[in-house]
């Protein structure tokens, strides 16, 4: 008996990737922030929201520090308040936009704990949905996303100021 195969193309970029564009992913998309087509979301005083490019679920997003930070001991304490500031405007952001049945938020610091951009520290917050972990995840290792993080970053812009 052979194993059924699941595709999901959209995550070869991610797993084939060979070299990486130098500098920090993360503040590359700082830098491109006025972009319209950025996938930021908001820029605050000391942090700012982008979209993940490879999500776990539609909406996930990552808050990070404007300053490129390797660990939370370098943030400054009006840094993290902020963050948390965000973090809070957000879980009401995806209450609206999405109807979540919950919000996971998550540091991964380093990169033997999991953290795919090691070297700037950033805090991951996404909605969740009874029974989102299913069959396809369990036995297929594939998530199905219903939607890209571009119309994700669109919706979640429209809702954030009010």
Not at 34 to 45: G, N, W
Not at 47 to 52: P, Y
Request: some cysteine.
């Amino acid at each position: 008996m052979g194993f059924e195969r699941i595709w999901s193309p959209w995550r070869k970029a991610y797993v084939t990737a060979g070299a990486k564009e130098p500098g920090c992913v993360l503040c590359r998309a700082l830098e491109q922030a006025a972009d319209p087509d950025s996938l930021v979301v908001r820029v605050a005083a000391l942090n700012f929201v982008v979209m993940n490019l490879y999500p776990y679920n539609a909406g996930h997003v990552m808050i990070a520090p404007r300053r490129h930070l390797g660990s939370l001991a370098e943030a400054t304490a009006e840094e993290l308040s902020e963050m948390m500031a965000l973090a809070r405007r957000l879980e009401s952001v995806m209450a609206r936009v999405y109807a979540p049945d919950g919000i996971n938020l998550g540091l991964n610091l380093g990169k033997a704990a999991g953290a795919g951009v090691a070297d700037h520290i950033h805090l991951h917050m996404l909605p969740r949905w009874a029974g989102d972990t299913n069959f396809m995840t369990t036995v297929g290792g594939t998530r199905v996303i219903p939607e890209d993080p571009v119309e994700a970053c669109a919706r979640l812009k429209a809702e954030i100021d009010k």
